[in-house]
């Protein structure tokens, strides 16, 4: 029994960091009705991002707080791929928005593979350790956890908490679901559909730099190669969970991390993301909108 609580603390650690990217996936779809396949890249550039703000801060100061280091570490990732996001939304989506609906697809792919090979030029092809951050240990009943996966579970439900409130309960929320309904009624009635969009990717950006520090915090160790597996997963539990939905990104998030951990743990590791995308398959073969998702009412 301590075995299996073992690894459910271990896949719900690993589940809330693939809900964080699965927000992401799910807002952006959610609004334009587009998969973002550069938003997984956008994850590993958050996870850089907040490695080398931790490296340039302990040269400069050496005794700082751990506490305050993961916050401006965390601040910084979230700033610096919102600025990517938004000028990939700018750059390459927005021009292509009216165009047929596998340009932006095309596109996006083809940005996905540009971050991924501009990380590899500017920071080399090696993997990129960083010392422990957080190192306390509790052993509950037989039961190991480490105080770095009580903050990831914190972080991932206070973040579902407040961009579920944003959503359903401000002006910005309404804009957003406003555009998602009917973009060309949305702006008779004077909402800014281009800013509400780009606020969106603004939104699942900051996610992913979260996700992304959360990454490096948890395995010790960033590649400019880890936003395309843990990106076409956190893909799938936004699938699995019902796509727009949020509650239901994070609901596929952590039963991608579930079912990674559990057949990691009793049988081989070798099929552990075969074992994923079989269930999502089954899952999508008798319910194709998803765990939480809401069949889509066709306008006429």
Known sequence: MEYFVQQLI???????????VAIGYTMVYGIIGMINFAHGDIFMIGGFAALIV?????????????????????????????LWN????????????GSFRLAPLITAIGMSITLSNFIQVTQGPRNKPIPPLISSVYNIGGV???????????????????????????????AQRATEQDRKMAALLGVNVDKTISVTFIMGAALAAVAGTMYLMYYGVVNFNDGFVPGVKAFT?????????????????????????LWSAYFTIAYKDVATFAILAFVLIFKPTGILGRPEVEKV
């Open 54 to 82: 931790f490296l340039v801060l302990t040269s400069i100061f050496a005794g700082l707080p751990v506490a305050v280091l993961l916050l401006l570490m965390l601040l910084i990732a979230m700033l610096m791929t919102s």
């Open 144 to 174: 190991t956890i480490s105080l770095k996966q009580i903050v990831i579970i914190i972080i991932t439900a206070v973040l579902l908490t407040v961009f579920w409130y944003l959503v359903n309960h401000t002006a910005l929320g309404r």
């Open 10 to 20: 271990n896949g719900l650690t690993l589940g809330s960091i693939y809900g964080l």
């Open 237 to 261: 539990a936004a699938v699995l969970g019902g796509i727009g939905s949020l509650p239901g990104a994070v609901l596929g998030g952590l039963m991608i991390g579930l079912i990674e951990s």
């Open 86 to 97: 938004w000028t990939i939304e700018r750059v390459a989506y927005r021009p292509l928005r």
